[in-house]
C-alpha cells in the first residue's frame, strides 16, 4: 500500500512527533512538498505532505493561522509538516489549534531531520509500493494465463475475480452473458446487457464504468463495474465486465488489462484463420450448390456436425446500400466491399451467437454484396436471423418499408427446409423470396409464404405497370369516346372463363351486344381471344392496374 502519515511517524530515522489530528493519520500521502508561500494553495494537487519552516508567516496570529490552515484542508493537502529549531523554537499554539480546528494532521519536524530526509522516505515508499503492484501484477498475469490454458475462459474469469476480490463475467457479442464468477455474479451481470450493447457501438478498445455509489444508472448495485470491450475490429465481439467495491489498485488494474488481452486472444480467431474458415465456408457451400454433398461432407469433415445432414434452410440476406452500390457504381466507393459491419454484419452476428448459445453449428458465407446463412431448420439460428428481420421491420417508417430510404436497410428471403441433395433448389427459393421482399418493400420474406400466397402482389411493379397500361390503351380510348364500354366486357367475360350468357347477364346486356364488343376488341387489339397467351395478359394486366 502507498505511504500513510502513520507510516511516516513510525519511521525510526525521522523522529516525527503528532501535534494534532491524531486520527487521520491513515490517510495514503502521495507526495512530500516544500514551500514557504503564504499561499502554496495554487501549486497543489490534493494528497501531498506539505513541509514548512514558517519563514514568511506569522506563525502566532490565530486568525491568519486559521485561514492558512484551511486554505491547505480545502485544498487536499494531508498533512503539515512543520520544522522546529528554524524560525521557530517549538510548534506555535496558534498552529496547532487551527490545525485540530480543521482536523489537519500536524507533524512536528526535529531540527536534526532535513526536509529531504521525509521527501526521501515519502519517494521510496512510493517506490516500493508500486514495485509490489507490478510484482503482483505480473503474478496475476502468470495465474490468469495457466487457468486459461488449463480451464479456459471460465477458469480465467475465477481467477480474475479472486484477484480484484469482486466479481468478471464475459458477454457475447449479442450482450448475453456467457460465463460469471462467482456463480452468483451471473444475475447481476444480465442487469448490464444494455449497457454492453451501447458500449458495442463504440470503435474499439472502448470502456466505461457504470454502478457504485452514487450512480444514476444503476443505483441498485453497490459495487462499481467496469465494463471492457473485447475484439480486434471496429465492431467488437464480445465484452468484459468486472465489479469490485471501490477502483482497482495498480496491482488490480494489471489483472484487469491482462485478462483483456488473455480473452481477446481466446474468443477472437486470428486474421488468417479467420480467412481460412471463410473459404472452406465458401467451398463447402459451392459444393452444396453444385450438386456435391458428398465432396462437401469430406471437405467439411466434423466442422458442422450434422448441419450438412439433418433438415437446413437457406438465408439470402442483401443491404440496400449494397445493392446501391452494385447498381451504381462505376469505380472504387471508398468503402469495404461486402459491408462487413453494416446490416448484414448484424445479421451473420446474429445467427453465429444463437448458434453458439445453443450449441449448433452454422454456416454463414459473404458472398459478393450478400450473405448467405445455411442453418438447421427450426433451430436457434434460423429463428435469431427471423427476429432481427422482424425488428428492423417494426422499427422502420410506413414510408420507408414501401419507397425504400436514404439509411441502409436489410431484406432477406428464406428457403422451404431442404437437405444437402436439393441445396441448389433452397438456394433458388432464398432468392427468389429475397426479390419478392425487394418488391414488396419488405425485411424478409419465406419462401414457403409466397408459394402459399396470392401472384397478384408480384405484380406490384413498374414495368408490369407499364406493360398493363399499354396493351389496355387503346380499348380505354375506345370506351372515353362514349362508344361501347370494352374494358367491363373483357374483364366481366374472363372472369366467366367465356361463358357469354353468364358474362352479359353481369354486364346487363344481350349476349350478342357482347359478342359484337369482344370482336371490337380483337380488331383494336389486333389479337385473337382464343389464344390463351392474349386471354392470360388481358386478366393480369385488369388485375395489375386495378385500383387498390
Known sequence: MPPTLASLVHHSALKLTVR?????????????????????????????LLLIT??????????????????LADAGVVGLGFAVGVN?????????????REGLPLLEVPRRT????????????IAADQYRAVTAGF?????LTRRTLTDGPEGLLAALAA?????????DASGAVVAAAPEWAGRRAARLTADVQRLRERPAPASSVVGGAGSTEHPENADRVELHSLGTSRRPRSALAVGTAAAPGTAERYAVHSAIALLTLTTERSRSLHEAVLRIDAAVLRMLLAGEPDHARTVAGDLYGGLLDAPFRIIVAESSAARARASTATGD????????????GALAEAAESAAARSGEAVLVVPEGERLVVLATDGGAAVAACVEHAAA???ARPVSESRAGGDEESLVVGLSAPSGPIAASTAYKQAQQALSVARRRGRVCVEHEHVAAGSVLPLLADDAVRAFADGLLRALRDHDATGRGDLVASVRAWLSRHGQWDAAAADLGVHRHTLRYRMRRVEEILGRSLDDPDVRMELWLALKATAPE
Open 163 to 171: 484477484q480484484v476480490d469482486g466479481w468478471a463475467a464475459l458477454y
Open 88 to 100: 521557530y523554537d517549538h510548534v506555535p499554539e496558534a498552529l496547532v489549534d487551527a490545525a485540530r
Open 139 to 143: 503474478a496475476a498475469q502468470r495465474e
Open 333 to 344: 466507393t471508398g468503402g469495404d466491399s461486402g459491408d462487413p459491419l453494416g446490416t448484414l
Open 114 to 125: 532535513p526536509f529531504l530526509a521525509i521527501s526521501k522516505a515519502v519517494s521510496a515508499a
Open 20 to 48: 494534532a489530528g491524531e486520527d487521520r493519520l491513515d490517510v495514503p500521502v502521495r507526495w512530500a512538498h516544500v514551500s514557504e508561500l503564504a499561499d502554496p494553495v495554487p501549486y497543489m494537487e490534493g494528497g501531498e
Open 392 to 394: 428492423l421491420e417494426a
Open 54 to 71: 514558517a519563514l514568511k508567516l506569522d506563525a502566532e496570529d490565530p486568525e491568519a493561522m486559521h485561514r492558512y490552515v484551511k486554505r
